[in-house]
């Protein structure tokens, strides 16, 4: 499985960011899809993560960010409004097949103040 992420950028405080993913080599549709972040210094930490019928979200990005997914395409997008710096990191694309986990090599966001 390849997952290939976009719209990682720089960005003023207060603006908007979409990242994608886009996974392929399955024949199956991912039981989840989502993303992850680690910011320097810190450890991975869960962002968003759709379901099949929900989602799960960080307290720290509930109300900001959205996570979707199109099952069509097997890509699951982040939608990123009313960015903050503390919400820079490289943010990684995560799936899950099952017990099968993988992950994208990660695309950096960075908001200035």
């Known amino acids: 499985v390849q ?3 976009s719209g990682g950028d720089l960005v003023q405080a207060g603006g908007s960011l ?3 993913c886009a996974a392929s080599g399955s024949k199956f549709r991912p039981d989840d899809m989502g993303w992850y972040r680690q910011a320097p210094g810190k450890q991975r930490e869960l962002v968003a993560i759709s379901h099949v019928g ?3 979200y960080a307290d720290s990005v509930k109300g900001r960010f959205t996570v979707s997914r199109d ?3 097997d890509i ?6 009313n960015l903050k710096t503390e919400d820079t990191a490289v943010y990684y694309c995560y799936v899950r097949f099952d017990f099968r986990k993988y992950w994208g090599e ?4 960075t908001v200035s103040s």
């Open 18 to 20: 979409r990242l994608s």
């Open 71 to 73: 099952d069509a395409k």
């Open 54 to 56: 929900d989602s799960t």
């Open 106 to 109: 990660g695309t950096q966001v």
């Open 76 to 81: 699951v997008y982040l939608q990123m409004n």
């Open 3 to 5: 997952l290939v992420e």
